[in-house]
């Protein structure tokens, strides 16, 4: 069973909160994961109180689960909720904050402090908490929850960095990457160190590239206040496809704790060769949606959106091409783009393999073999799945492709969503799945080169349809003609 704890949200009326936060912590509950006594104190700005909060998360629940929301489970979970009004700009309500978890006899003196905040308010509010006395462990332990990304540059993340440190010491700390609490992406880690087969084909011998693809048909949202000031390259490729990178790329660890798991994922990230300045556009390519359509119906554009800035040219759609230069990868091309407003929402890993050495089948009919394809669905469709050719029956040489499956989305049982993996972990004081500072900032150094040169080059942009899959200008990035961006899981869509 889990430590009793109170577990208190910052910015609990927004996005992430309603969600992804607020849908986790009920789904923990109903799996039975939640101690009875456990408190969950919403603090938010506007001028409600723990009834009207009650109903509100209740709607929000709805919304979310539909049927699937369960009546019983929902009273308790609701019996759970209390509501904080407080600007997190005024100490005193830390000061009152700290009086009412001290004093309010139900709530556990364990603490988990969630900043589902804008990135800029976490240096603020973990300040305040820790002058007020809130990250004291003295009657019992006190955690901090920073989500992605973690500062806004390299330089501020250092800044970011620093300042938490100030007032809570690294266990207390953790640096959240949804990702890595995907099941399928720690199956990458799994399909890797346990099975022996692939090992001796992991390398730049055998492997031709990597593509990392993270597409949404989704905008965003009502998130232009963060989005416009952040861009796909902060928002996802710093953070979740870099993880992706370094699960698919590290070495094995020398056994499986928090921190050896952590330094075999910087060794990659350190790894990873810097994209000089001048390199940028032969590397980095960025886009922009405009109007188009999204499941039969007009989409705006992103200039369009609500709260977007009037010529902003903020990306929706970036891509990148990257080597890692170590042994294993010297000279092997990471593909990794991510987009909103795409054709599909889906994430896969595609490891593509080189073709065989010998040409045996050129006088055949077979006019060129594709090559084998390893994929890595995480979602909507969780698989395994490897394409390899075979002969096709009848006269003549004629070979096709078939893939052999290894998917674990028939499995049954209750899944853990990547957010309830990862709450649990936190209140288990579990930090394996959670970054490190170190991987934190050398995930910064891959990427601030070329934040740089976009934040100066403000005139123009490449756009693409609501509902594509991207410029086709995107595709200067591949090595040769050959490489192509692949879309889906299926071999006949490609
Ligand atoms: C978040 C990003 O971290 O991840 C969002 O801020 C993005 O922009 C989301 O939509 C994607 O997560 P998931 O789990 O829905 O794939």
Wanted: charged share 25%; hydrophobic share 40%.
């Amino acid at each position: 069973m889990l430590d009793p704890c109170t577990f208190v949200i910052f910015g609990s009326t927004g996005h992430l909160a309603r969600t992804k936060l607020l849908p986790a912590l009920y789904h923990l509950d109903r799996a039975g994961r939640l101690t009875d006594d456990m408190a969950v104190v919403c603090v938010g700005r506007r001028a409600w109180d723990t009834p009207y909060w009650r109903d509100e998360a209740s709607k929000i629940l709805q919304a979310k689960l539909g049927e699937a929301l369960d009546s019983e489970v929902l009273n308790r979970f609701r019996g759970r909720l209390q509501y904080f009004r407080a600007d997190i700009h005024d100490e005193e309500a830390f000061k009152r904050l700290q009086e009412v978890l001290e004093t309010t006899p139900n709530f556990p003196a364990n603490a988990v402090f969630y900043l589902s905040l804008a990135p800029t308010e976490y240096r603020p509010v973990a300040r305040h908490l820790a002058d007020n006395g809130l990250s004291e462990e003295t009657s019992g332990w006190r955690r901090l929850v920073i989500e992605k990304p973690f500062g806004y540059d390299l330089e501020d993340a250092q800044v970011l960095n620093h300042s938490l440190h100030r007032g809570f010491a690294e266990q207390q700390i953790f640096r959240i990457d949804h990702y890595l609490g995907k099941e399928t992406v720690q199956n990458v880690f799994v399909f890797r160190f346990a099975n022996l087969m692939l090992e001796p084909l992991w390398n730049r011998n055998y492997i031709d590239h990597v593509q990392i693809t993270h597409s949404e048909t989704a905008g965003i949202e009502d998130r232009a206040a963060y989005y416009d000031g952040a861009g796909a390259l902060r928002d996802m490729i710093q953070s979740h496809l870099l993880q992706m990178l370094t699960l698919v790329a590290m070495e094995p660890p020398a056994i499986l704790d928090a921190e050896s798991l952590r330094d075999e994922k910087v060794k990659v990230l350190k790894s990873i060769r810097p994209i000089p300045k001048s390199a940028v556009h032969a590397q980095a390519f960025r886009a922009q949606y405009g109007r188009g359509r999204i499941d039969s119906r007009e989409a705006p554009s992103y200039l369009e959106e609500e709260g977007v800035a009037e010529r902003s040219t903020t990306e929706t759609y970036a891509a990148l091409k990257l080597y890692i230069d170590n042994w294993r990868w010297r000279h092997v091309p990471f593909y990794l783009r991510t987009g909103k407003r795409m054709a599909r929402s889906s994430s896969q890993i595609s490891i593509r393999f080189k073709h065989p050495p010998q040409q045996l089948f050129r006088e055949t009919q077979i006019a060129e073999i594709p090559p084998n394809w390893l994929l890595l669905g995480i979602q909507p469709e969780q698989c395994l799945r490897a394409e390899l050719q075979v002969r096709e029956g009848g006269i003549g040489m004629r070979t096709r492709t078939t893939q052999l499956d290894a998917s674990t989305c028939t499995q049954t049982g209750y899944r853990l969503d990547a957010y309830e993996a990862l709450l649990l972990d936190v209140i288990e004081g579990d930090h394996s799945l959670f970054l490190r500072y170190d991987e934190v900032n050398w995930a910064w150094q891959v990427v601030d080169p070329i934040l740089k040169v976009w934040s100066i080059e403000r005139d123009f942009i490449h756009t693409y349809p609501a509902g594509s899959w991207g410029p086709k200008e995107g595709d200067r990035l591949f090595e040769r003609e050959d490489q192509k961006w692949r879309d889906s899981l299926m071999e006949e869509n490609r």
